[in-house]
């Protein structure tokens, strides 16, 4: 059970003082009431950096069209807009009520009250609110301070994960991310999340966020703990782990795009990826041909499950360039075709294995191999 944090709302007005572009976002508030709300609060009052920042405005919206860098999302459908500021963007949305028309389904949204709007979210630690005019009180009317001190994830309400059963993955990424542990009602609420009721892109979505973690594996782990997502298998954590772990050094920090290839270790990986992890490639040019037609996540992956034999391609010979192309080929005569591919494949196949070095080697190997002397491979 996670123990009891120590947080103290006094030191919210100093806290809030350091927020980047406070001045900025407390002109708004000289228009029309505004408030900053759910994750940056919680972030604020456990004094974390915060890289993302929502402000709520009771009234119109479009009272701030002529705020500079302020711009009016298209439709409106969910009164809300965005303002630039320093390079960053800001979501600001009107205070709403919502309905579901069914569950899993978008809500249905009307102006409401900060009251109102702060009713409506997911979790008590992320529904509170601090008023940007005034003094730095704490809005908290669902009791979010006392479950952040101590450490309890809770719903709002009964039907928190029928109107929107992508919640149930959102606890895992804020249990593993803040060391929350589920209250009892919460739990048993979550277990029963039918989240066949939202589309495929919703629940990627969720996953999305969830790779992008620092460790994705621990809300992988509840996510198979709690089994709200079957389509994700018991070992899922352990690639996922072993996909982070990997993609923090060499060869493949900066190379393997880390997202997409958690994302992929929390899937059942495809066979072929299964297909790399049991080939034994001899030679450094059967490596290549193996590794070269896959993304670089999708090798990480194939790492990540024992392919120990594809650190030697993300290290080394994937750099492997020829020094001749195939106008060197085609300035001998060989004829604009498949036979100069073939031809620059040989030279490569040899200068991976050792076997031809320097420019005038591989330009005789490839064109021995294009004019059909000898066989390609």
């Known amino acids: ?179 929350l542990e589920l209250e009892p009602r919460t739990e048993k609420l979550l277990r029963a999340a039918d989240l066949s009721t939202v589309s495929d892109d919703r629940v990627q979505g969720e996953l999305r966020r969830i790779a992008a973690e620092p460790d994705p594996a621990k809300a992988v782990s509840l996510i198979v703990e709690w089994g709200i997502l079957p389509s994700i298998d018991p070992v899922a954590p352990e690639r996922v782990a072993s996909v982070v772990e990997l993609a923090s050094g060499p060869p493949w920090a900066g190379w393997s795009d880390r997202e997409l290839a958690v994302m992929l270790a929390i899937v059942r990986p495809l066979p072929q990826i299964r297909e790399l992890v049991s080939a034994t490639p001899e030679r450094p040019s059967d490596a290549f041909r193996l590794a070269e037609p896959w993304d670089p996540s999708q090798l990480l992956v194939a790492r990540a499950l024992g392919a120990d034999w594809v650190d030697r391609y993300a290290a080394e010979l994937r750099h492997v360039r020829l020094e001749i192309t195939g106008d060197d080929l085609i300035g001998e005569g060989i004829p604009e075709g498949p036979a100069i591919g073939d031809g620059l494949k040989a030279a490569l196949s040899g200068k991976l294995d050792g076997e031809v070095s320097g420019r005038d080697e591989e330009l005789r190997v490839a064109l021995a191999v294009a004019r059909g002397e000898i066989p390609e491979g």
């Not at 350091?18 to 456990?46: F, H, M, N, T």
């Not at 059963?165 to 249990?175: D, F, S």
Request: negative net charge; glycine residues 8%.
């Open 1 to 179: 059970m996670p123990g009891s944090r120590e947080i103290d709302p006094a030191r919210l007005p100093e806290l809030l003082d350091s927020l980047a572009g406070i001045e900025a976002l407390r002109s708004l508030a000289q228009k029309v009431p505004a408030y900053l709300v759910g994750g940056v609060v919680r972030d604020l009052l456990l004094a974390r950096p915060r890289s993302d920042i929502d402000v709520v405005i009771e009234g119109d919206v479009a009272a701030l069209a002529d705020a500079p860098g302020f711009v009016l999302e298209s439709g409106g459908r969910f009164l809300t807009g965005k303002l630039s500021l320093d390079g960053a963007e800001i979501d600001i949305a009107q205070a709403r009520a919502e309905t579901y028309p069914q569950p899993g389904a978008l809500p249905e949204v009307t102006p409401a009250t900060i009251d109102q709007d702060l009713a409506r979210r997911d979790f008590t630690v992320n529904a509170m609110a601090i008023p940007l005019a005034g003094n730095a009180e704490l809005i908290d009317p669902h009791g979010g301070l006392d479950d952040l001190r101590a450490g309890t994830l809770r719903v709002l309400h009964d039907r928190s994960f029928i109107d929107d059963p992508t919640r149930a993955l959102r606890a895992a990424r804020y249990a593993a991310r803040f060391d």
